[in-house]
T-cell receptor, first 112, second 112 residues
């Protein structure tokens, strides 16, 4: 069945350092890969997404890369700040109108 | 607030009881999704509606779970004969033409 694996499960970095979270997916039909940030007790919120016709996308300190051949994609956060501390989920779907499969999440701690 | 809303926000019930949750999507959104999230895990897909039609249902969903969206607007999720393993956060999300799903705040169910 469809599966998304996410690593690491916990990541601790010093403020100002970079953080990288990696995901792999199993369904080769997937063509949309969103990343969500979830703070404690709050709803998941989209922070960046990428579609399969693009290999990389950047939005200020956040970037996502996609390797469709290898079926893996990564989130890169540069110049981390304490407010980046949260749980981050990667996900994969076949696009709008299809179910989204989420990874198990990465708990990011940014130490001041 | 024009975002996705869910009611109730918290529900405590005894094992064996039935519970019903409601989701009101963003008004112009024709797609609605239900997910279940347990502690330390990513959201797990349950079911999906386009307008009033239920287009997909997870194979993991037992017959005790049923969802409706009778007029293509709000949706209800009912769990019959609740079990302790049903304790989780139940999240609703919606979208229209975009790929991004907008999540509600969730309903936290505790089965005692």
């Amino acid at each position: 069945g469809e599966n998304v694996e996410q690593h690491p499960s916990t990541l601790s970095v010093q403020e100002g350092d970079s953080a990288v979270i990696k995901c792999t997916y199993s369904d080769s039909a997937s063509n949309y890969f969103p990343w969500y940030k979830q703070e404690l007790g709050k709803r998941p919120q989209l922070i960046i997404d990428i579609r399969s016709n693009v290999g990389e996308k950047k939005d200020q300190r956040i970037a996502v890369t996609l390797n469709k051949t290898a079926k893996h994609f990564s989130l890169h956060i540069t110049e981390t700040q304490p407010e980046d501390s949260a749980v981050y989920f990667c996900a994969a779907s076949m696009g709008g109108g299809f179910k989204t499969i989420f990874g198990a999440g990465t708990r990011l701690f940014v130490k001041a | 607030d024009t975002g996705v809303s869910q009611n109730p926000r918290h529900k405590i019930t005894k094992r064996g009881q039935n519970v019903t949750f409601r989701c009101d999507p963003i008004s112009e959104h024709n797609r609605l999704y239900w997910y279940r999230q347990t502690l330390g895990q990513g959201p797990e897909f349950l079911t999906y509606f386009q307008n009033e039609a239920q287009l997909e249902k997870s194979r993991l969903l037992s017959d005790r779970f049923s969802a409706e969206r009778p007029k293509g607007s709000f949706s209800t999720l009912e769990i019959q004969r609740t079990e302790q393993g049903d304790s989780a956060m139940y999240l609703c999300a919606s979208n229209r033409e975009s790929y991004e799903q907008y999540f509600g705040p969730g309903t936290r169910l505790t089965v005692t």
